[in-house]
């Protein structure tokens, strides 16, 4: 059952092999806080044990069984590593990692296409309800987001899973290359659906700076990993590595993605652009997920490889994406629409990182900041119950195996 104040910590189905003892948890997060993934996050290793490198040449001879038979060793748990493992990548089980197979698993309960979204009140809303300033946000919003996921798409299809040296990981990251295609025809269906100017709306990432310096940071820090010839070996590319994942899984997915929603759902609490926030949402699900997850593995990578992220490079990271963000904002929110600001959009990014932070167990970047919009945590946990939006919720869920 999934459980989205703590995705994957009920109902986990079993792995067929028993995964190998996991270091001592501790829980992080508070359900009640409306954090929405206050999954459990391993405890320092103390002290964190560096793993030695193995060298194609330090892999076991085969036992005579197997030379005998003509075969190779079985692959072992314990032999898998996130990255850098020398365990055969063909083989799903035994899982060392089962949660990232309970992360596939819960993806797939949930599937939608954007076409099940009834948008005729939204053509209505758009052109006749939405005033000159909430056109200007809603139009942005979606340029922003529509480069971004396509980004992200080539980010973890093509820079992330390839490093990976356990399958249980990749098959995870290929359904999330899949979802963002999906969130990408879901910006598309509303741009056309709405009778937007595509080339106009797509191009906005060019040459609107504000947008553009977001997309620019994105790039240089995806980019810098979307390389095949990286060797992981080098203590230096693992952290650039390490560094480009917590920024896309913690940042771009984390904050960018989670926070640049609700100006929308902003629109929607106020019954307006109904069908474009009902989709944004099941996206946001999705983005929940992406980012749970990717931290998840970020900070596998720490414990496996015994390797910190530099505070003084996060330290930059997090004051060049908060600058990013105002900008963002105050461009996006330079006439105040009802009900939102860039105040509020601002703060919540602050709020927001704090939590990605401590997700790592890193130092809070902002400490004190304060949730500027509570109500955002009730889209991304989205229960059967919420109807105020009086939006299709209850129908997203297929499958079973999810209680709201
Ligand atoms: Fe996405
Ligand atoms: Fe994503």
């Known amino acids: 059952m999934l459980n989205w104040d703590d995705p994957l910590a009920e109902g986990k189905p079993q792995p067929p092999q ?3 003892p996991e270091p001592k948890v501790e829980h992080k997060g508070d359900a009640t806080s409306g954090d929405e993934f206050a999954y459990e996050i391993p405890a320092e290793p103390t002290p964190a044990e560096p793993i030695a490198m193995r060298a194609p040449s330090d892999i076991p001879e085969q036992t005579n069984a197997a030379q005998m038979s003509g075969g190779v060793n079985p692959v072992k748990a314990e032999d898998k590593k996130v990255v850098n493992g020398m365990a055969d990548i063909n083989q799903l089980a035994p899982f060392k990692y089962p949660w990232a197979w309970e992360y596939f698993l819960n993806a797939n309960k949930n599937h939608w296409t954007p076409l099940d979204i009834n948008m ?4 209505h809303d758009f052109h006749h309800k939405l005033t000159l300033e909430e056109r200007h946000v809603y139009t942005n919003v979606l340029s922003y987001l529509t480069t971004s996921d396509i980004m992200a798409m080539r980010n973890i299809g093509l820079a992330v899973m390839e490093k ?3 399958p249980e990981l990749q098959i995870y990251q290929a359904r999330q290359v899949y979802e963002e295609s999906l969130h990408t025809w879901t910006y598309q269906h509303c741009i056309e659906t709405l009778g937007l100017d595509q080339g106009e709306v797509y191009n906005r990432y060019r040459v609107v700076p504000e947008i553009n310096a977001k997309i620019q940071i994105a790039n240089r820090r995806l980019n810098s990993v979307m390389r ?8 230096d590319e693992l952290h650039n590595f390490l560094m480009s994942y917590i920024f896309f899984a913690g940042i771009f997915e984390g ?5 640049g929603f609700s100006p929308i759902f902003a629109l929607q609490r106020r019954g307006l652009m109904k069908g474009t926030a009902e989709q944004l949402q099941y996206i946001m699900r999705d983005e929940v997920m992406h980012a749970s997850f990717g931290l998840r593995v970020a900070r596998q990578i720490m414990r496996e490889e015994n390797i910190q992220p530099d505070p003084k490079a996060m330290r930059e990271m997090w004051d060049e994406c908060e ?10 929110l330079r006439d105040p629409i009802l009900g939102y600001s860039a105040e509020d959009h ?3 990014f602050r709020f927001i990182a704090n939590r990605r932070a401590n997700k790592l167990s890193l130092e809070e970047p902002f400490p004190g900041a ?4 509570p109500w955002l945590d009730e889209q991304a946990n989205m229960r059967k119950e919420k109807n105020f939006f009086e939006t299709r919720v209850t129908e997203y869920q297929v499958g079973g195996g999810l209680t709201w």
């Open 228 to 235: 095949p010839d990286i060797d992981l070996n080098d203590r």
């Open 323 to 332: 600058a990013a963000e105002e900008g963002y904002a105050r461009y996006l």
């Open 370 to 373: 304060e949730n500027a919009l």
């Open 346 to 348: 601002v703060n919540q």
């Open 164 to 166: 990976m040296s356990a």
């Open 120 to 123: 005729a009140q939204d053509v």
């Open 255 to 259: 904050c960018w993605f989670y926070n």
């Open 18 to 20: 028993t995964p190998p």
